[in-house]
């Protein structure tokens, strides 16, 4: 994390902090030099998805397993509260029953799986990454070179991709209600008319609006848990400067109760993010299957 012989400062402390386990595809260790490099891959993010991804099916399974007729327990009963509540939103805004069989469940695994996702955040901030580094010296290696991030949710790369999984779908459905024809009439005459010297410009349009959605889709998620990573390492920097300084003897205080604070408020921060997500998800699909 710093050159041998002392202390990390605050900035190398953060840039540490916010530096991936990065690989390429023969999962060698690489840097990524460039804004986009699909060479490289963030390992940390990768992992933790798909772990937090079997976990979230898991406790899901879980539910359904232990489901019974009779009166439910608090378990049950918050995912029946959870289903219902996905369940209605799908149904206002995906009109046709058949497409709902698929979108439902696909918009109640979007809310769980980011949720989970974003509660990482909620973790002490160099808990993980110390036993990481720990690891990592065992093995041989320099632990002050042991990245790891794990907050998935803030990797630009993690949200983008499920907004682009989001947009491969509306595309899809466009295609699948519409017909590839109606589909392609509507990129054209859509939303200036249909005279043939507006067919470019409807079309630029279109284009625009699938990227611009497909991109704050992704942004917003990722700006919001990016800033949220953010503000943890800085009230960690703040229990750090309290154990440097004797006469900073409210440091320690103003520690607790600002990450105490702030992690109660993450908690909404965290909640709202999941559910935002979901129903851009389900509002942009329900945008597929109307004519403009």
């Not at 509260?81 to 805004?93: C, I, T």
Request: aromatic content about 10%; overall charge neutral; proline content about 4%.
């Amino acid at each position: 994390m710093a050159a041998e012989g002392h202390a990390p400062t605050a900035s190398e402390y953060i840039v540490h902090h916010l530096t991936h386990w990065q690989v390429n595809w023969n999962l060698e260790s690489v840097k990524q030099t460039k804004i986009i490099d699909f060479n490289v891959l963030n390992l940390d993010s990768i992992l933790y998805a798909l772990a937090i991804g079997a976990l979230g099916c898991f406790v899901l399974w879980l539910a359904a397993r232990k489901a019974t007729s009779g009166v439910p327990g608090r378990f049950q009963a918050a995912a029946e509260m959870l289903v219902e509540m996905v369940d209605n939103q799908a149904k206002a805004n995906i009109k046709s029953a058949q497409s709902r069989k698929f979108i439902a469940p696909l918009a109640l695994t979007v809310f769980v799986w980011i949720f989970l996702l974003n509660a990482m955040d909620m973790l002490p901030v160099d808990l993980l990454p110390q036993l990481w580094a720990l690891a990592h010296g065992a093995s041989g290696h320099d632990p002050a070179h042991a990245y790891m991030r794990v907050v998935p949710t803030a990797d630009l790369s993690t949200t983008l991709g499920l907004s682009t999984s989001v947009l491969v779908l509306c595309l899809i459905y466009s295609v699948k209600v519409k017909g590839l024809g109606g589909w392609g009439h509507e990129l054209i005459t859509a939303p200036f008319g249909a005279h043939p010297v507006l067919w470019p410009i409807n079309l630029l349009m279109q284009v625009i609006e699938y990227l611009a959605k497909t991109v704050s889709h992704g942004m917003r998620l990722f700006g919001n848990m990016y800033a949220g990573e953010l503000v943890f390492m800085l009230i960690a920097l703040m229990g750090g400067a309290a154990a440097l300084s004797l006469p900073g003897v409210l440091l320690p205080i103003g520690h607790i109760i600002a990450g105490t604070i702030w992690a109660i408020f993450h908690i909404l921060v965290i909640t709202l993010q999941a559910f935002i997500f979901m129903m851009l998800t389900l509002i942009y699909l329900g945008q597929a299957h109307e004519a403009h």
